[in-house]
């Protein structure tokens, strides 16, 4: 029983304030920022990691997300959706037993409705919060993604552990239930898909805290829990929106082994 291998699906282009990842600084200056989503093969059972941008954006972003279309510039191609990648490799949502959310926001989570026969796991905080998020966050969540009655939710509270070489961390700030998650495999070893708790490499490597936060102090210790999880395991973090190691990653049709 083992992890066969990790896929880096190009889900989305985003243009972002650069402020919006690195608190304080950049502010005006509109960076690149990829949506991904990743594939994890394995005897135990298919894991998604993060369900990436509904497609509607494909053809109308400002009818999909509203409000979050003017400060978060979408663009999405067919051959981004989840549904593309998994025919091109035999498979179908019904192939994919565990669904695994960084966390709600807009860019994580608009395919859920394609996975009514997958696990959905979420932080039950982070659940409770989008569907009622305060003023200030309303924008990142769209009850349309995920107000879905046939979808299989498990909500946690904090880690988890899916199987040997697959572990759900706790890793909230960005959002009140942000999380991460630590795959083992074969060759490559201890992979942390970080998600939005480390948008960018210079949020770890500098302690930059992000500047989308919902408790400023859980994010820094979030990102050093991360760190040091990295650091032990002599593992990679990868982190959410980062087109500078994106343009370095393998990705799809090739993939981590």
């Known amino acids: 029983m083992a992890i066969r291998g990790l896929y880096v699906l190009p889900n989305a282009d985003t243009q972002v304030d650069q402020s919006l990842f690195l608190a304080g600084r950049g502010m005006g200056k509109k960076v690149r920022a990829p949506v991904l989503v990743f594939l ?7 894991i998604i990691f993060d369900a990436g941008c509904d497609p509607d954006v494909i053809s109308d972003a400002k ?20 549904r593309h990648y998994l025919r091109a490799l035999n498979l179908t949502p019904e192939d994919i037993k565990y669904l695994v959310l960084s966390h709600l926001h807009i860019d994580h989570a608009g395919a859920l409705r394609f996975f009514p026969h997958s696990q959905i796991l979420v932080q039950e905080d982070e659940y409770r919060y989008a569907c009622h998020p305060s003023g200030f966050a309303a924008a990142n969540y769209r009850k349309a993604d995920f107000d879905y009655p046939h979808l299989n939710w498990k909500l946690l509270d904090g880690d988890y552990r899916l199987f040997p070489g697959a572990t759900i961390v706790l890793s909230q700030g960005h959002s009140p239930g942000t999380q991460a998650l630590v795959v083992d495999l074969p060759e490559t070893g201890t992979v942390i898909l970080a998600g939005d708790s480390i948008p960018l490499r210079r949020n ?9 936060v919902w408790n400023s102090d859980l994010a820094m210790k979030s990102i050093q829990r991360l760190k040091v999880i990295a650091e032990e395991r002599g593992g990679t973090i990868f982190p959410g929106h980062d087109v500078e190691q994106f343009q370095r990653l393998k990705k799809f049709p090739d993939y981590y082994r």
């Open 40 to 46: 994890i093969r394995a005897d135990e059972g298919n």
């Open 204 to 212: 770890v490597e500098k302690g930059i805290l992000p500047g989308i």
């Open 63 to 82: 009818k999909a997300w509203g409000n979050a279309a003017e400060y978060l510039s979408v663009s999405m191609k067919e051959e981004g959706e989840i």
